[in-house]
DNA sequence: GTTAGCAATCGAGACGTTGGAGTGCTAACA
DNA sequence: TGTTAGCACTCCAACGTCTCGATTGCTAAC
């Protein structure tokens, strides 16, 4: 059997409806919202017909129909392609940068919240491409040893270490200007044994300092792929969705939702999945698919953003299967556009 | 009417009966269970008497007695005042000096929750009566100045702020100098008007600089009082209690634990109102009230936790009125102590 | 002061009934 | 051949009724 553009109307209304309402959809419904003028009795032949090739489902004999997965997809990838997707202009997002990152994530994150009613996820930039600009040294206490590490886009990160000898002022500051010499203006993938070897050797007797040192660079920059910080808002949305808001489980989404770490390793295939995507980086996940496996009832749209400066993340909301992914689509699009014209214009202003 | 013996025995089973099962308790249950060799009549009378008391209550006619808030708080008094509290040797909290503070408390609440099976929080020390170490300048882009702060008890923090005149590397040295001659050692409260314009007086042009970077710093200090991280773990636990299960209240507590903005405000009143108490800070907020005016359902117990170097902050649990207010106690009592030991042997260590 | 016994009360859960929404099928119609 | 009206059938959700068990307060006896 074909699916013809009557049947792709009659699907598409359905699911519609059924996003809106959450109710299955009978035949008397389609009959007056499709715009096709036909009785319910021939909608429902053609229901019949769609219930066959697998696009909806009955739940049960005396019901109406609901989308099945393969519905889902069909439907989604179908405003996918439109690409005339109303962009909000109601909603025009106040994107305006913000000095400190994570402020500024924290504001996204909850802005997206609000603004969908689902409940929204944003991780932290990824460092590893990123260059570093310097490192600074100090000593706070005897024996341990301050790092900070300035990366491009101004990101910072700072550790304490121990170290096994006591370092005068100016020995600290001789080896800072070593390090710097080095390491300042590559990136994670550039520093190689090779190169800490050789910094070793001209360290004239602090080499197992050197290397404590560097070891930690490399530690704070590969520990944001893994421990990527993950902020969070509006989780308590999904109790505005009877199908999500039986104990059990609210119960699953909402504590993933605070120990991040289910969040960390869904971040983490999205970005894999989406390395080599379309320009946009949109994806929509449906319950079941791929990262969200365990989540039967959800679904997962994602984006890649980019703060300017190569500083590249994923952004997320996750709602309920029969979530508003016009609306979705369209703020996300919205937003990923805002930020990236609010740090060119920056780029420029600088 | 006065509170005899044998109607606080009585009234002391009804509660752990009801903590227990959560179910309103009856006459023969009481009978059966107090010790008492009393028939169920009698204990009738006596409840009649503690109804009339206002201890317990009857939430209808044909069902058994549940605590009043008074009941709650006499028996909650009681068990603060023996002080052979069961510390939960079992459980022996595994309690160890982790070198990053924020893992450290991140771990603590996982624990306290795991332990307890309610929701727990842990605010980040307070720093304002934390002494400054020293502070480190660097400019990693034109306008702009890099600030570290190390205070005592090595807390790093950071910011990136913009000023006005482009510095040379040299200025930026004697600056830092400048600045560390007067403010290291200083707490926030030794930071004045008149401190800052003496430093700005021997800056040699670079008043506004200073400026900026003092009131940077005050700023660092200060965020912290009002803005002071907060860790949850375990918010989920409340599903397992029936009485906070419904929508309304579980989305309440939840969005409270993800938006901190109101956990932080308990955490505050929390820390004035046990500024001046009992040696070990222990404290148990029934529903509705102090800090918890909102939650009528819950309960809250709260401690200060230090860790060494006068690292003050608050610790808490949150759970359903009827918690195990004795296995809450115990674990918070042990806890605070093994903190305070791990600290201790730390010290005299170094 | 304590206890046994009893009628009264009330909620939770089981059960049956009803009504509406929806379907599939058949027969008639264009 | 595609469309439609009509009808019997199905099923869930909502409602009301009923019963059962737990518990109480009261009274009278111990």
């Known amino acids: 059997m074909e699916l013809d553009e009557r049947k792709v109307i009659i699907l598409k209304t359905i699911i519609k409806n059924y996003l809106e309402t959450g109710e299955p959809v009978g035949s008397r419904t389609i009959s007056k919202f499709s715009g096709l003028n036909l009785s319910s009795a021939t909608i429902r032949n053609e229901m019949s017909d769609l219930e066959e090739m697998g696009y909806i489902i009955q739940p049960h004999t ?23 997707r109303r962009v909000n202009e109601a909603t ?42 310097y490192l600074q040294l100090s000593q706070p206490a005897e024996k341990k ?13 700072n550790e304490v270490i121990s170290i096994d000898e006591d370092l005068d002022h100016e020995t600290v500051l001789n080896l800072t200007i070593l390090i710097n010499n080095y390491i300042s203006g590559l990136s994670l993938k550039d520093i190689s044994p090779k190169l800490i070897t050789s910094i070793m050797v001209q360290s004239s007797g602090h080499g197992e300092t050197i290397k404590a040192v560097i070891d930690s660079v490399v530690d704070m920059i590969e520990a944001d792929v893994d421990s990527r910080e993950i902020f969070t808002s509006g989780a308590t ?8 808001s039986d104990v059990d ?11 991040k770490d ?76 805002q930020l990236d014209k609010a740090y060119k214009d920056d780029k420029e202003k600088r």
Not at 74 to 83: A, K, L, N, P, R
Not at 237 to 244: R, T
């Open 249 to 259: 489980k609210a119960s699953k989404l909402i504590s993933a939702f605070e120990e």
């Open 62 to 84: 005396s019901a109406g129909r609901i989308p099945s997965d393969k519905g889902y997809r069909f439907y989604v990838d179908s405003i996918m392609q439109d690409s005339d």
């Open 237 to 244: 949305n999904i109790f505005k969705y009877p199908e999500l």
């Open 145 to 157: 040893l301050l790092l900070i590490l300035v990366l491009e886009g101004n990101i910072i990160k």
């Open 262 to 337: 289910s969040l960390k390793e869904l971040v983490q295939e999205v970005s894999d999945l989406s390395r080599d995507e379309n320009s946009s980086g949109l994806q929509v996940y449906l319950g079941g698919e791929g990262p969200i496996k365990n989540m039967q009832d959800c679904s997962l749209v994602t984006a890649n953003y980019e703060l300017g400066d190569g500083l590249r993340g994923v952004i997320g909301v996750i709602g309920p299967k029969r979530m508003d992914y016009e609306k979705v689509l369209g703020t996300m699009e919205n937003l990923i556009k």
């Open 92 to 133: 025009e997002l106040m994107v305006q940068r913000v000095d400190k990152l994570e402020m500024m994530l924290k504001q996204l994150v909850k802005l997206l919240a609000v603004d969908t009613n689902y409940a929204a996820l944003i991780s932290g930039p990824s460092l590893t491409e990123n260059k570093i600009k």
